[in-house]
């Protein structure tokens, strides 16, 4: 792809990196873990076999942060973008566009409560922005 050379690939891994951290955040006891276990029907049992699958979790989850870092940081190439509104706003546009219609759907038909989704795409919207904003001061 004869973009690619225009990708920060250091800004891409600080992206993943900081969307990751942002997780760990979100959903650990200083903010939503009570209500994330609440929303979701999880007792202390669920919790424990979870966390017997959480070095995979993490993994898969970096992985992912990275695909959309790499794939926001590439749109951002394509658009020669360099202010920080354009890259917050292009963040948003895929957010809604991507993240919660995709999770909407996925909610729908896996009959999670809304709060529980709710919960997920405000940690969606929150990263989506912070990557924006790296991603696109360091273009």
């Known amino acids: 792809m004869q973009y690619l050379h225009y990708v920060n690939f250091l800004a891409v891994i600080v992206a ?5 951290v942002l997780g760990a955040i979100w959903y650990s006891p200083l903010l939503f873990a009570k209500q994330w ?3 979701n029907g999880y007792g202390p049992e669920h919790i424990k076999a979870m966390q017997a699958n959480a070095k995979r979790a ?3 989850s970096f992985a992912c942060q990275l695909v959309i870092a790499a794939a926001l940081a590439l749109l951002i190439a ?11 706003k292009l963040a948003l546009v895929c957010w809604l566009g991507f993240a919660v219609s995709l999770g909407l759907m996925a909610n729908v038909y896996s009959n999670r409560p809304m709060k529980a989704f709710l919960l997920d795409a405000g940690y969606q919207l929150v990263y ?8 696109v001061l360091w273009h």
Request: charged share 5%; aromatic share 14%; no cysteine.
């Open 16 to 20: 993943a990196v900081v969307a990751f």
């Open 37 to 39: 276990m609440e929303f």
């Open 58 to 60: 993490y993994g898969v």
């Open 78 to 88: 394509i658009t020669h973008m360099s202010a920080l509104l354009a890259g917050i």
């Open 128 to 135: 989506f922005v912070v990557m924006g904003v790296i991603l």
